[in-house]
């Protein structure tokens, strides 16, 4: 899940945390690959290193005064040490351009989708419990589950201490991993699960649906009242109610889609997509139709969604769908969690077919915005993150060639601005 949001959408990666948890779950705002192994390889083994001792005995006073005891400091850190394959993830970190249509034909795969519809029926009266509990629909928490661990079979296996530690001594973003790793400490200190236990990815998220300690700390459930919260297991229990719980917190609507897949009308103003809310009625006045036909409902104020501009699929999403993005704030991912959990519950495949082109990477979307820049269009600094002012910039561009104002960064518009 994701507390930190951007504008952009595939491959904008804001403090990618690799697989992280939002305030139960991942800390960055491109979707994730589908959940792979860490690789418990030399590199991601803790090891000794003089300068990360020095760190760890200066931290153990502010982590004391922050109300971590000595002896559960003296326990976490017993086996802790350095870990510099964290540190080459966190300086390396491949960059997310996957088109929608490729990251879908993953996240919501037709294995996944098989063992997704498994799970239900595997769990289906834990989660009656939990949608009873929380109201939040049983797709829609295997959904966020296949698509953090793959169902619980890659929670990670890294040393979530160490992992944390070692992030804080580096420095680079210190002040936000010495947050966390005090959060573990905590967790720790709770008796929720020991040190050698508390494993995850190498950015210190955790268990069935990923989430980062203080995320934990705020949401985790412990749903059978055992007096631990433990989302380590093999059980999948506690981590799906706290996934459950957590998109609680935040509003979800029971019984409420995230969105619906829509087909345009020729001629749409492509300036109300992104941010003009209106009602399901009043977009169907506009021309705005369900692609699979039939009204659509009334579910609250709704958006017109366009993750690949005028040549991509387009979606009316309702407040679900923001609710997901508190898990992670890429549009793809959102779109992904909705999609899967609706295909779990026996939906098909969206009926568009997906853009065919290749998504940007940085340097060339950082062309773009110079290209717009040196035309006169404030596009803002040429970082390669497509922001509301690159959107307002290229929507400019395109309103004074006569072109659909859908203000995405595409590989034609790139041609164009050459």
Known sequence: MTILRRAGLLGLSLAALASCGAVSGPLDSSPRPPARAEQMDEDMRP?????????????????????????TFERAFANAGYI??????????????????????????DTRVETGRAMAAQYASLLSEIEARYGVDRQTVLAVWGMESNFGKRRGDIPVVSALATLAYEGRRGRF????????????????????????SW??????????????????????????????????????ASTAKY???????????????VVLPQGFNYGLAGGTKKSAAEWQALGVQAATGGRIGEFGPA????????????????????VIKRYNAADAYAIGVGHLGDRIAGAGPFLTRMMTGRALNSSERAEIQRRLNALGYEAGGADGIIGPNTISAIRAYQRDRGLAQDGFASESLLNRLR
């Open 47 to 71: 090891r000794p290193n003089a300068g990360f001792s020095n760190w760890v005995a200066g931290y153990r006073a502010r982590a004391l005064s922050a109300g971590v005891s000595a002896a």
């Open 84 to 109: 510099p394959g964290v540190i080459e993830k966190d300086r390396n970190q491949a960059e997310f351009t996957k088109t929608l249509g490729e990251y879908l034909s993953t996240a919501a795969s």
């Open 177 to 200: 991993f010495e947050q966390q790793l005090t959060s573990a400490l905590k967790i720790l200190q709770n008796g929720d699960v020991a040190p050698e236990n508390m494993t995850g």
């Open 203 to 240: 950015a210190g998220a955790m268990g069935h649906t990923q989430f980062i300690p203080t995320s934990y700390e705020a949401y985790a459930a412990d749903f059978r009242g055992d007096g631990r919260r433990d989302i380590w297991s093999d059980d999948p229990t506690d981590g799906l």
């Open 247 to 261: 998109l609680s917190n935040f509003g979800w609507r029971t019984g409420q889609p995230w969105g619906v897949e």
């Open 303 to 322: 958006e017109i969604l366009v993750p690949e501009g005028a040549q991509g699929a387009a979606f009316m999403t309702f407040r679900n769908f923001d």
